[in-house]
């Protein structure tokens, strides 16, 4: 069985260079743009079964790329909840007792009014797989979700690679990664297409 994890395309968040967490920030017109161009120049594979995160930046992108609706969209698949620093820009938060309690000890401290990481990266394994059990309740051999990056990443970590930090994983917008699964959880290959995205980001 393989499944198909596909970034977002850029945000209006992520144009403006702030935290999004679950803020339901659309795509940007440059992000809506860049990602029919790669549809234009690369095919992301058709699968039987198509999730996503229910936030508009991931539905949008669903949206550009296979003409359709998920048939699921899972809360577990949501971006991490960053509470009051959503909205905030990367670079102003160096006089914030919030931010750096939080980035101090982010797997057990939350943001205020926010998940910690350790929370939202369990909520998220638990969110993959329930993905992994619906395709095998169905007898699919193929899937695809339209995520976050850190969702991504965090899946990456648990069912592909534990040895590569979370942060060490790779996702430019619109990138994606394909997991092949046996009957085990974990990943029997891990490969990255289309190829050109992550070669031209280094």
């Not at 797997?107 to 395709?135: D, H, N, Q, V, Y």
Request: proline share 4%; aromatic share 10%.
């Amino acid at each position: 069985m393989r499944i198909y994890m596909i970034r977002h395309a850029q945000s209006t968040a992520n144009s403006l260079k702030v935290w999004t967490g679950q803020t339901n920030a659309g795509l940007s017109e440059e992000g809506a743009a860049a990602l029919r161009s790669i549809c234009g120049r690369f095919e992301y594979p058709r699968c039987e079964i198509y999730f996503s995160s229910p936030l508009l930046r991931c539905t949008e992108s669903m949206k550009i790329i296979y003409g359709r609706a998920a048939d699921y969209e899972l809360t577990e698949l949501a971006e991490c909840d960053m509470g009051e620093l959503a909205g905030m820009p990367y670079t102003s938060l160096d006089d914030d007792p919030n931010y750096f309690a939080w980035i101090g000890r982010p797997e057990e401290t939350p943001p205020w009014k926010g998940e910690s990481f350790g929370a939202f990266r369990r909520r998220a394994e638990r969110g993959f797989a329930r993905m992994l059990g619906i395709c095998r309740e169905r007898g699919a051999e193929s899937a695809a979700s339209v995520m976050h990056g850190d969702v991504m990443r965090a899946v990456l970590h648990r069912f592909a690679d534990e040895k590569v930090a979370h942060g060490d994983w790779k996702i430019p917008n619109s990138g994606a990664y394909m997991l092949e699964f046996g009957d085990g959880e974990t990943a029997l290959r891990c490969e990255t297409l289309p190829d050109f995205l992550f070669s031209a980001r280094g």
